[in-house]
C-alpha cells in the first residue's frame, strides 16, 4: 500500500494519563484514565479516540458507497461502542457499530452496512483482530 495521507500523533505524560497532540495542532488534548478503570476521569481517552476515529470513517465509506449505489441517506448516523477488556494476558477490544439509516428499507440498508465495512480501513485494519458488530437501529 501506497498511503495517500499520514497522521501523525504524539503521547506524553504517563501513558492513559497524559496528553496527545497532532503533528498539525489540530487535535491537542489531556487523555486520563476512565473512572470505570480506576482513574481519575475528567478528560478523553484512547477508546473515545478510536470510537470517534472509527465511526466518522465508518460513516465516510457507508456514504461513499450509499453514493455509488444512488441511495438517499440523509440524516444517517454512526455510533461506535468500543469496550476495553482482558484478553488472555493482556487487554483487547471490542467494537459495536450502531447505524441509523432513516428512510432506507431493511434490505437496502444492510447491503450498505455490509459493503462500507469492507470498504472502510479502520474496518479492514481490524477485521480478524477485533470482534466488530454491525447493528442496524
Do not use: W
Not at 440523509?74 to 455510533?79: F, I, L, N, Y
Not at 468500543?82 to 471490542?94: K, M, P
Amino acid at each position: 500500500m501506497t498511503p495517500l495521507y499520514t497522521a501523525v500523533a504524539t503521547a506524553t505524560g504517563d501513558g492513559r494519563d497524559g496528553k496527545v497532540r497532532s503533528s498539525d495542532g489540530l487535535l491537542e488534548t489531556a487523555v486520563a484514565t476512565p473512572a470505570e478503570l480506576g482513574g481519575a476521569g475528567g478528560a478523553t481517552n484512547p477508546e473515545q479516540l478510536f470510537a470517534a476515529g472509527y465511526a466518522a470513517c465508518f460513516h465516510s465509506a457507508l456514504r461513499l458507497v450509499a453514493r455509488r449505489a444512488k441511495a438517499d441517506v440523509d440524516g444517517s448516523e454512526v455510533t461506535a461502542h468500543v469496550g476495553l477488556g482482558r484478553d488472555g494476558a493482556g487487554f483487547g477490544l471490542s467494537v459495536t457499530l450502531e447505524v441509523a439509516l432513516p428512510g432506507v428499507p431493511a434490505d437496502t440498508a444492510r447491503q450498505l452496512v455490509d459493503t462500507a465495512h469492507q470498504v472502510c480501513p479502520y474496518s479492514n485494519a481490524t477485521r480478524g483482530n477485533i470482534d466488530v458488530q454491525l447493528v442496524l437501529r
